[in-house]
């Protein structure tokens, strides 16, 4: 386990000017990648059961998340050499997961868009791919790194290795589904994914892992410049690449933190948009009768009448509050 260490004014120095090339790049580079999307016809399909005042969306550029997957991971290749324990195992499991599920969503994008339907790869493929590379990534952690998890009260808990690798299966299979399912609202996942890794990267520092704060700091500038054209009304969708790497992303800061069980606060909001779902279609399948006018959950505030912005801001609020009550259970578990 790292010891808490003090960030050099030259490494954070670095981290900042690394984080403002990515957003440059974002910038600079997104409205060239709508454009391209645009002439290769990768657009949004819609379901036929979608709200109406998203059938306009329909042709609106997806694989979005491809500029928030690269830009970061070339600044990071280029300049993360730099930062101290820059290819540590943090950093490679980091960036594995990233760009690993993003690569499962970019298959399924791919199909949708040229297929003109919502079905992409088939469900068990999809959840296939992302249960060998969850259970890949946690065994590449368990290579010299003991099976342990922290919990308030500097406790540290020593974990049987059936029930860690069990645990890290539905963390990254879970994680990377659920921040998928957010993302139907313009600027929405974006956001929540934001809010969410800034507990993570503030443990890190704390545990002296330099590299992996670095890296989630380059996702969160990339996503703040993807936000610029996806608020909305959005002009691209990061689609099933970008929020199954975000997710991912997530699954494996809490992995390698040691802070698996922080996720399910830092992430709540990814948590009640997966149960609203689960619950919906349980009742339904039951009663033939819905609790919510359609889910995931914010689909049933926009039923209320919610705009889409109210939408985002509600949502955020939480995500930050529960963040916050994460920050501080973190500092009490490192």
Same mark, same amino acid.
């Given at each position: 386990?790292?010891? @808490?260490?003090?960030?050099?004014?030259?490494?954070?120095?670095?981290?900042?000017?690394?984080?403002?090339?990515?957003? #440059?790049?974002?910038?600079?580079?997104?409205?060239?990648?709508?454009?391209?999307? *645009?002439?290769?016809?990768?657009?949004?399909?819609?379901?036929?059961?979608?709200?109406?005042?998203?059938?306009?969306?329909?042709?609106?550029?997806?694989?979005?998340?491809?500029?928030?997957?690269?830009?970061?991971?070339?600044?990071?290749?280029?300049?993360?050499?730099?930062?101290?324990?820059?290819?540590?195992?943090?950093?490679?499991?980091? @960036?594995?997961?990233?760009?690993?599920? =993003?690569?499962?969503?970019?298959?399924?994008?791919?199909?949708?868009?040229?297929? *003109?339907?919502?079905? =992409?790869?088939?469900?068990?493929?999809?959840?296939?791919?992302? #249960?060998?590379?969850?259970?890949?990534?946690?065994?590449?952690?368990?290579?010299?790194?003991?099976?342990?998890? @922290?919990?308030? =009260?500097?406790?540290?808990?020593?974990?049987?290795?059936?029930?860690?690798? @069990?645990?890290?299966?539905?963390?990254?299979?879970?994680?990377?589904?659920?921040?998928?399912?957010?993302?139907?609202?313009?600027?929405?996942?974006?956001?929540?994914?934001?809010?969410?890794?800034?507990?993570?990267?503030? #443990?890190?520092?704390?545990?002296?892992?330099?590299?992996?704060?670095?890296?989630?700091?380059?996702?969160?500038?990339?996503?703040?410049?993807?936000?610029?054209?996806?608020?909305?009304?959005?002009?691209?969708?990061?689609?099933?690449?970008?929020?199954?790497?975000?997710?991912?992303?997530?699954?494996?800061?809490?992995?390698?933190?040691?802070?698996?069980?922080?996720?399910?606060?830092? =992430?709540?909001?990814?948590?009640?948009?997966?149960?609203?779902?689960?619950?919906?279609?349980?009742?339904?399948?039951?009663?033939?009768?819905?609790?919510?006018?359609?889910?995931?959950? *914010?689909? *049933?505030?926009?039923?209320?009448?919610?705009?889409?912005?109210?939408?985002?801001?509600?949502?955020?609020?939480?995500?930050?509050?529960?963040?916050?009550?994460?920050?501080?259970?973190?500092?009490?578990?490192?």
């Amino acid at each position: 386990m790292s010891t @808490l260490a003090t960030l050099t004014v030259s490494d954070a120095f670095l981290i900042l000017s690394m984080g403002l090339l990515v957003l #440059a790049f974002m910038l600079a580079g997104m409205p060239r990648l709508i454009r391209y999307l *645009h002439k290769l016809k990768f657009g949004q399909t819609e379901r036929e059961e979608g709200l109406a005042s998203h059938k306009k969306k329909t042709g609106t550029p997806t694989m979005g998340g491809l500029a928030f997957i690269l830009a970061p991971l070339m600044i990071y290749l280029a300049l993360g050499w730099l930062l101290p324990g820059a290819w540590n195992k943090t950093a490679w499991v980091l @960036l594995i997961a990233y760009v690993g599920y =993003g690569l499962i969503g970019f298959i399924d994008d791919y199909l949708i868009v040229v297929q *003109h339907s919502n079905i =992409g790869l088939k469900p068990s493929l999809k959840f296939g791919a992302q #249960a060998v590379l969850a259970v890949v990534l946690t065994f590449v952690y368990l290579n010299g790194d003991a099976p342990t998890i @922290l919990l308030p =009260g500097h406790v540290v808990w020593n974990v049987p290795v059936w029930l860690f690798v @069990l645990l890290c299966f539905f963390l990254f299979t879970g994680a990377s589904n659920a921040v998928n399912l957010s993302d139907g609202v313009d600027g929405l996942c974006a956001g929540l994914s934001i809010i969410a890794l800034v507990p993570f990267v503030f #443990a890190m520092f704390w545990q002296g892992q330099v590299s992996g704060a670095a890296i989630l700091i380059l996702v969160i500038f990339g996503l703040i410049g993807y936000l610029k054209f996806n608020l909305h009304p959005a002009k691209v969708f990061m689609g099933d690449t970008g929020s199954l790497a975000l997710g991912g992303l997530l699954a494996a800061a809490a992995m390698m933190t040691h802070l698996e069980l922080l996720l399910i606060v830092a =992430g709540i909001v990814f948590i009640a948009e997966t149960l609203s779902d689960i619950i919906q279609v349980t009742y339904y399948k039951k009663t033939h009768k819905r609790i919510f006018l359609m889910a995931p959950l *914010h689909h *049933h505030y926009e039923k209320k009448g919610w705009s889409e912005m109210k939408v985002c801001a509600i949502f955020w609020t939480w995500q930050a509050v529960f963040a916050g009550i994460s920050m501080a259970l973190a500092w009490f578990s490192i």
